[in-house]
C-alpha cells in the first residue's frame, strides 16, 4: 500500500500557473557554485587522470561537451562527446543533449535503489576558468540527466585555454588544456560489449597494473 499526501486544488492551481513562468525562464534551469557545492558531488579521486583521459580520447575543441559514466572503481565505463549547439543557454536543453547520449552509450540503472554508477562532464570552452551561467546551465543539465537514467551525479570539469578546473571544488591543472596536444594513454583499454540499447560500441579505460 502506498500513503501520500494529496495537494489541495488551491496549490494545485497555484503551481500549475507557475510552471509555464519557470518553463520560459532558462535562468531558472541553472545552479549557482554555492548550490553545487552544497549538492554532495562525489569527489573524484584521480581528476587529472580523468581528464587527461577524456581528452586523449575525444580530443575537445571550444563547445564540445563530453559525458563520461565511470564505475565505482572509477574506471571509464563508456563516454561520448557531441558540439552545443549555437543557442542561448538553457539548463532543460543540455540535459536532454546529455540524456540521448547516455542513452545511446549505456543501459540505465533505474533499477536499482540507489546508483552504483557516476556520470561527469567535461565542457571545452572559450574564457578562462570563472563560472558563467552556461556552466551553471550544463550542472543543472547534468544532475536532472543522471536522475532520469539511474546514475549518480559527479563532477562538472571545464576545459579552457587557462587549463581545467573541477566547479565547485577548487581543483585544476594547466594541462591538458585547449591549446595543449593529448598526451598518451598511460592506461590499457579493451573493448566493452555493445550496449543494450544498441548504438557505438564504449571502451574500457582501465588504470596500468604497473606505475
Not at 58 to 80: G, M, N, Q, W
Amino acid at each position: 500500500m502506498t500513503f501520500g499526501f494529496a495537494p489541495s486544488s488551491a496549490a494545485s492551481m497555484s503551481t500549475s500557473a507557475d510552471l509555464p513562468a519557470a518553463s520560459a525562464n532558462p535562468l531558472a534551469r541553472m545552479l549557482e557554485p554555492a548550490e553545487w557545492a552544497a549538492a554532495g558531488i562525489p569527489l573524484l579521486r584521480n581528476p587529472r587522470e580523468v581528464v587527461s583521459g577524456l581528452h586523449s580520447r575525444h580530443r575537445p575543441k571550444p563547445a564540445t561537451a563530453i559525458v563520461a559514466v565511470l564505475d565505482p572503481d572509477e574506471r571509464l565505463r563508456a563516454s561520448a562527446s557531441f558540439t552545443r549547439r549555437p543557442a542561448p543557454a538553457d539548463g532543460w536543453m543540455f540535459r536532454n543533449a546529455l540524456l540521448a547520449q547516455l542513452r545511446r552509450v549505456i543501459p540505465h540503472d533505474l533499477r536499482r535503489r540507489t546508483p552504483v554508477r557516476t556520470a561527469v562532464l567535461l565542457y571545452c570552452r572559450e574564457g578562462d576558468a570563472r563560472w558563467t551561467e552556461e556552466d551553471g546551465a550544463w550542472m543543472w543539465g547534468l544532475r536532472d540527466a543522471c536522475t532520469l537514467h539511474g546514475l549518480r551525479c559527479g563532477a562538472y570539469i571545464t576545459l579552457t585555454r587557462d587549463g581545467w578546473q573541477v566547479l565547485g571544488e577548487g581543483r585544476g591543472g594547466r594541462r591538458p588544456n585547449t591549446d595543449s596536444a593529448p598526451e598518451p594513454f598511460a592506461t590499457s583499454e579493451s573493448p566493452l560489449p555493445l550496449p543494450r540499447t544498441g548504438g557505438a560500441a564504449s571502451e574500457v579505460l582501465r588504470r596500468a597494473a604497473a606505475r
